[in-house]
């Protein structure tokens, strides 16, 4: 609580996962944020519009199980 203003402070993306194993990132992410849900995609994929509080999309390199990019909330 910040001057009497309740703040939400929970963690919505996790750059320092970026090039880290999709196993140990999961572990991570839901370590921060039991509420969400992880989706899998290839970096590149197109996946559908539309914004979801409760996920997490994580984009893997091609050919690898590494982030590929920021994991986001949405």
């Known amino acids: 609580m910040a001057g009497g203003v309740v ?5 919505s993306s996790w750059p320092e996962l970026v090039g880290l194993n ?3 990132a999961v572990i991570k992410i839901h370590g921060d944020r039991p ?5 899998f995609h290839t970096a590149g994929e197109n996946v559908p519009p539309g914004f979801d509080g409760h996920r997490v999309r994580l984009f ?4 690898t199980a590494d982030v590929a990019q ?3 909330v949405g």
């Open 7 to 11: 703040v939400d402070e929970q963690k």
């Open 22 to 24: 999709s196993v140990l």
């Open 35 to 39: 509420d969400v849900v992880v989706e």
């Open 60 to 63: 893997l390199a091609p050919g």
């Open 70 to 72: 920021t994991p986001v």
